[in-house]
């Protein structure tokens, strides 16, 4: 039986298969360009415009700060966020302090049921 995800949730995992694959797409036709040309700086962002990779990339971001947002508010009905309120909030606080600390975060959303 498949786990019940929040709308927050199915919105990030919808924005993370889409930035994946347009990364695919563009990884694709940068090897292609490669083969016939040098890449510059114009080339890439012609290729980032073309393969829709910037705008998939700008969904994903808001998708997840959705998903953040939806957790804090969410946990906050949880026994453990009032036993550990300060801990817990410093760790929303400083989401954004390293992209590894914001990668663990996002995963944690996730395991919200």
């Known amino acids: 039986m498949k786990p019940i995800l929040s709308k927050a ?3 990030y995992l919808k924005a ?3 930035f994946e694959n ?3 797409v563009m990884e694709k036709d ?3 360009k490669r083969a016939l040309q040098e890449i510059t700086q114009e080339v890439m962002e012609e290729l980032v415009q ?3 990779f910037h705008d998939a990339y700008n969904d994903l971001v808001v998708a ?3 998903l953040i947002e939806w957790s804090h ?3 906050k009905h949880e026994k453990s966020y009032r036993e550990n309120r300060g801990a817990i909030d410093a760790m929303y606080d400083n989401v954004n302090a390293t992209p590894e ?3 663990e975060l996002i995963q944690l959303s996730m395991k919200i049921r």
């Open 9 to 11: 949730q199915l919105d």
């Open 16 to 18: 993370k298969n889409t």
């Open 22 to 24: 347009r990364a695919k």
């Open 30 to 32: 940068i090897a292609a």
């Open 50 to 52: 073309a393969t829709g």
């Open 64 to 66: 997840e700060n959705a």
């Open 73 to 75: 508010s969410t946990i």
């Open 101 to 103: 600390k914001r990668q």
